[in-house]
């Protein structure tokens, strides 16, 4: 035998760390160590961002000072779109290479996904009053965004539906994929329709904002990142405990303290 | 016209999305481990001899 067939393919390092992420107990032990300091990092960010959003940038000199309301509508209007991407990204690896882990995240996105949209549909109609007078049109972006919303009721709607989780993440995986089409739909919207929302001030080319207002937008779209990420691992932690409430990993990771069961925990 | 209203609702409305959205999968937490607790609870135990007759 020639030393090259000897020589065993080294795996690369972040290939391994999908390999790992794709075994439930490792994703179960690896993410509780995870959220708290995802959750910490939110608070920092969110408290510091919001800080200066609220109290130290200036006012605008056309909105005044409704245009603070964008501290919070913009970040949730992004994480609407991103979480949808992600989870029709997620549902794709799920259908396709029939990844447990990756059905439970993609699932998992949903209620996270919804509530940034209903967030930002919201902020977006309360400053749609001072700023358009009115609080709602149907206007491309604001039918598009309510789409979006309902995209992900559907999803998740779907999930709930059927008595066999897999077979129902599966489901609802394909209509996260389908979904998908709206996206562009959003972005464009602006572009494409005569709309009273206006075009967006943040490119990849640059900012038609003020960096004194710029900053706490973009410390705020950071936060909503770490507030997602923790929301994500914290639901797919538990739908495993709930998958696999029977199976003999869920248990030897589950500590129970004492007999009352007041002070359960879990390991991590 | 007063912004302030429309500011703070705005992020109240937000604020309470976001901790509902991160506190229910801990209620759903409480209620798994409760489950298993159960499960661990009547689970016989192995040191015990089975009662293997039908009658």
Redesign the interface.
Known sequence: MSSKQNIKPRKNALVLFFHKMGSPPWFFAFAGKLIPWLWAVFAGLAAWG?YLG?FRAPPDYLQ???F??MY??VP?AWMSMLIYGLMAVMGFIALVWRVRVMEILAMSSA??GA?FT??AL??GS??G??TWGTYWVWDARLTSELVLLFLYLGVMGLYSAHDEPRKAARAACLLALVGLVNLPIIHFSVKWWNTLHQDSSIGITGSHIHISMLWPLLIMTVATKF?YA??LL??A??ML??QD??KGW??DA?K?NDDS?LN?G?TQ | MNHAPFIWSSYIVSALILLWTAIAPLLKQHSALRNIRLLEQNKPDPGEPQDDTNT
């Open positions: 919001l609220l005044g000072e409704s603070r309301i919070i509508h949730a209620p996270v509530a209903l967030a919201i902020t309360l400053w009053r001072p507030y923790a929301n914290t639901r932690r538990v405990l709930q409430l029977r869920i248990r589950v129970l069961g359960q879990i």
